[in-house]
């Protein structure tokens, strides 16, 4: 009955949040001048099993997902610059000491709309699903358990670089292509409990990158009907005409990962030293949108993506804190769906998430099922989910139940 309590308390909470008016300010400052400024706010209420201090019970969270301040503009003709801010998961379980930082930064130079020059911090161009932002998703959240990069490559899903974009053949088909930072210095030989291995001297025995190699990432995507031309992509669409488009993309870094592990004597001085590999990430997706109906009223929405990943190896230890070289856990192939229908404004959201990694007992299995309810779409709108998810050995592990209410104002 206590549950029962705190979940009616969660959506009488994200209602009132969700009810409120929302607003978008854009200030002309001149000829090809503009200024827009918008914020993001979205509420959570999270039951999820044994997440309670006790590790027994279910949690009680009620904090703010994400925060964020937003920036966004022409300076001139074919130059415009977008900005925001970051602040997650703000006093989840109990935690108050989360900083906010930047998380987009970047100028556009627009040449034609064949050609676009995109410099700063910004989403990977790697998948659809990944690079869309969070006031666009139709689910409650991202598919966090399929956008698997490289440790120390990115903040936020995002990385600094330069990114090529256009729309060509009638803006039918885009491409994104950019060199980034990724990785470098990265600690890849990790003890038995997570800490550096060291040699003799005190460094590290094997770190990424030390030649500091870039990043290479793109996505290549054509629409069989209607156009995508905005930076984020929506997770849907509201719009009078169907969408239908499908995607593939990549993600390269050199050394980045580890291939055969430093060998140390028992005075740590190295034996043997280890070796360094690329890393590799490979997506294929589809995305549809359908309005239908009078005043389009009925909308079904179908994203799905398959994804595969290859970073290397990491040593794994037994009980007795014996090594072994085995396939990083985050090497393997998985897929995400999505699958919503729109009633007016409600839609009830089904999710499905599986990964089969390369290292032994370490896939996923991701069921959810929720409920949006678009009081005025991506601006204001509450959405509640229940999912369950397996981690682990899916053959014996647990389901680990939760249940999520968000009210979200983009305004």
Known sequence: MKGTRWIRVAVVAAVLLGSMPAYAWRFDLGENTNLNVAALIQFQAQFQQNAAPDKTDYSKDFFLRRVRFLLWGDVWKGISFFLDSEQPNFGKGGTWDVSMFISDAFVTFKVVDQFMVDAGMMLLPFSRHGFQSAPGLNGLDFHLGLLKYVD?????????????????????????VGVFNGAQGQSLQKDSVGAAVKDVAGKTALMSNPEDWPR?????????????????????????????????????????VMKTATVLNKDLSVKTPGTLTHSLGLTGDVFVDVPFGADKQHEIVFMAGLFYYDHGFEL?????????LVHAKNSGVGFLSELGYRYTFIEPVLTVDYFSSRQAAQDLLVVKG???????NAAVNVKTEFGAQKTGNLASAPWIKCFTTQAQLFF
């Open 152 to 176: 120390g490559s990115n903040k936020n899903l995002r990385d600094a670089g330069i990114q090529l974009r256009g729309y060509v053949f009638d803006r039918k088909l885009q491409y994104r």
């Open 216 to 256: 290479f990432a793109g996505h290549l995507r054509y629409n069989i009907l209607g156009t995508e031309t905005e930076f984020f992509a929506k997770g849907i669409t509201f719009g009078q005409s169907p969408t239908l488009s499908i995607g593939v993309g990549f993600d390269y870094q050199v050394a980045a």
């Open 316 to 324: 794994a230890y037994d009980k007795a804190k014996n090594a072994t």
């Open 370 to 376: 929720g409920l949006n309810f678009w009081i005025r």
